[in-house]
């Protein structure tokens, strides 16, 4: 029997198809009659009910029975920071609170249009993980190493630290080692899954590179003031003192093998939801009681931990060579979810929070929020503020897609851009240029409610994947 009679017996599309194939293969392995099986498959589609207790026919029955997708009779309650953000964008977050798993969502400062959920968008769901909600660099992240170097030092080194970026990188789709680099992450079980066993050499050739899109890896000043370096010292961050000193900071994460991951459970999800509105087919779920969903959950953490794999070695490596002692790490994901405990409806309950292009922003909590290629960053403390599900903006944000970048600059008038920002750029896109971003102290502004800054970083020396490479972002 194959998938055109399961769709003449009446077989919908989707994921009651994909399960009635497994029923048709698990029934033939398990010794049963082919001159019976359309009769078996036309049983159970009349009656679907009648099945749920027969563990081989109980899957399929389950899926025809789902009931179609109903939106909440009201939205999960959100929040947006920051004015005059795309209108796009803050459609694609009350999409997403109509969900019948969405709990609560907040919008972030530097919100832009994104798949399903939009960049800068946090969504708490019900027992469910959204693949796209996630995004496709599972585990995008920032990383900052402040050395024990005055940053007065750069301008006499700029070609020795820019070797070491030209050396100690790889950047673009498919960059490797030629000798691949290592790390414990590499040891753990990748069988956790069908898919990360199958990349798991992929994933080692590709350890400790960055991709393309808005990924990058440069040197620049970090300045902290005499109150900001005590702050510091408070949060465990000792023997840093009030100055501007030479920091490395970067910005990445899980490479194609996170993109894959992604690939594949959306895949999944979405065979699961095809019911779902056009405008809501990339926030399909999976919830965390089946198969699929416990799956993504194992991967995506996995690829976290490949993420903060490919930072720890691009630092540990140019540290080396630098021959210079880190006395400032801080680094945070802001594409990833996190099981977490918060109060809805004045009930304290566990969530799924994805953070889809924002930083964690608890109490005490520290990330690094950036600016562009010619702007400041910022080191934050986190203040757990409940409405934002404590959250704060992962950057700028983009004003404009690649492809209106690339027709409204010109190299000529960045390259005067970044020279008058003391900025030397090793390699980027011009769709990476300075004014394709938000100002980022107007987002800083929107966001005083959510965090405090403790430092602040400036780019000196910029490297990103060179011009013409794919966004993976």
């Given amino acids: 029997m194959n998938t055109q009679d399961l769709i003449r017996i009446g077989v919908p599309a989707g994921e009651p198809l994909q399960l009635a194939r497994e029923f048709v293969r698990n029934y033939m392995a398990q010794g049963g009659v082919g001159a019976q099986l359309e009769g078996e498959v036309t049983k159970i589609v009349a009656e679907p009910a009648a099945y749920f207790a027969d563990d081989l026919r109980a899957p399929f029955a389950q899926a025809l029975s789902r009931p179609a997708f109903v939106p909440r009779a009201e939205p999960a309650p959100w929040r947006q920071w920051g004015a005059d953000l795309d209108a796009n964008a803050v459609q694609q977050m009350a999409n997403a609170c ?29 027992n469910a993980v959204i693949p ?15 050395y024990d170097l005055k940053a007065n030092s750069i301008p006499g080194q700029k070609d020795r630290l820019a070797n070491l970026l030209e050396s100690e990188t790889r950047f673009g789709m498919g960059a490797e080692f030629k000798q691949p680099r290592n790390h414990e992450v590499m040891d753990e079980d990748w069988s956790i899954t069908g898919l990360t066993n199958r990349l798991k050499d992929k994933a080692w050739a590709q350890l400790g590179t960055s991709g393309s899109g808005n990924h990058f890896v440069e040197f620049g000043a970090f300045t902290v003031t005499d109150d900001q370096a005590q702050e510091l010292q408070a949060a465990g961050n000792g023997g840093l003192r009030a100055g501007e000193y030479l920091a490395l900071l970067s910005h990445s994460g899980s490479r194609g093998t996170g ?197 602040k970083f400036e780019p000196r020396l910029v490297k990103m994947a060179p011009a013409g490479e794919k966004a993976e972002d």
């Avoid at 798993?101 to 907040?106: D, S, T």
């Avoid at 926030?283 to 490919?310: F, S, V």
């Avoid at 950057?395 to 390259?415: D, P």
Wanted: charged share 20%.
């Fill in 259 to 455: 993109a894959q991951v992604c690939e594949l459970y959306s895949k999944r999800a979405m065979a699961r939801h095809d019911d779902l509105p056009k405008e809501l087919k990339h926030l399909a779920w999976l919830t965390l009681d089946e198969e699929d969903g416990q799956e993504y959950w194992a991967a995506m953490n996995l690829m976290g931990r490949y993420a903060a794999a490919n930072h720890a070695v691009i630092h540990k490596h140019i540290a080396k060579k630098l021959g210079a002692d880190v006395i400032l790490d801080i680094e945070n994901h802001h594409n990833f979810a996190w099981k977490e405990r918060h109060v809805v409806n004045g009930v304290e309950r566990e969530v799924i929070v994805h953070r889809k292009g924002a930083t964690p922003a608890g109490s005490g909590v520290l990330g690094i929020i950036p600016g562009s290629m010619a702007t400041a960053g910022f080191v934050v403390r986190g203040k757990g503020q409940p409405e934002s599900l404590h959250s704060a903006s992962h950057g700028a944000g983009r004003v404009m897609s690649r492809s209106k970048a690339l027709q409204s600059f010109t190299w000529s008038a960045v390259k005067k851009q970044l020279a008058a920002a003391g900025v030397e750029l090793l390699s980027a896109g011009l769709d990476e240029n300075p004014g394709v971003y938000k100002d980022i102290h107007t987002v800083m502004a929107a966001q005083t409610d959510l965090v405090d800054v403790l430092g």
């Fill in 132 to 146: 796209y909600a996630v995004g496709v660099d599972i585990a995008c992240r920032m990383k900052l190493t402040v």
């Fill in 98 to 126: 109509a969900l019948p798993v969405a709990v609560a969502g907040a919008l972030m400062p530097d919100a832009h249009l994104g798949y399903g959920l939009p960049i800068g968008g946090v969504l708490a769901t019900e």
